[in-house]
């Protein structure tokens, strides 16, 4: 059961990761475009992601915690399963505090008619993004060391 916890939090969390990683090689390429297109992309690429990417986020937490009480005798692999659950909790609340605000704000506008200060929008969306990234990759870190030790 241990093993299967385990193996099933780290793939999912390499998940999420994945997915912050993908919007960090988007941030060059998306600064690159004029407003009318950028917003198309992220209108129209981005649509399925806050669905998609919430529940893997908090079904990882789910799995992160449940991996945590599991080996809440041996300290050092609770240590990290906490490490990889306060990971994604934080990635979360970044979500759900910064990140869902602009997306909404974001998809409520029209291509003919962006604010002056959209630019602006972009480049926090994705500088939050990379906060979560290194949040992403803590957590991940964490698993590993932890499937390591075990």
Known sequence: METLLAFTT??????????????????????ELP????????????????LAVGALEATALV??????????TRSSLLYLA??????????IVIWAVWINPINKTVNSWAGESLPPDWPEFLDRWHTLHAVRLILGLLGLSALIALALLR
């Open 63 to 72: 799995f992160a915690l449940a991996l945590a009480v599991l080996v809440r």
């Open 10 to 31: 780290l793939l999912l969390m390499a998940l999420v990761t994945g997915v912050s990683f993908s919007h960090l090689l988007q941030r060059g390429p998306k600064a």
């Open 35 to 50: 407003g009318p297109q950028f917003l198309a992309v992220q209108q129209v690429l981005l649509r399925n992601y806050g």
């Open 82 to 91: 906490g490490g990889a659950a306060t990971s994604l909790a934080l990635m």
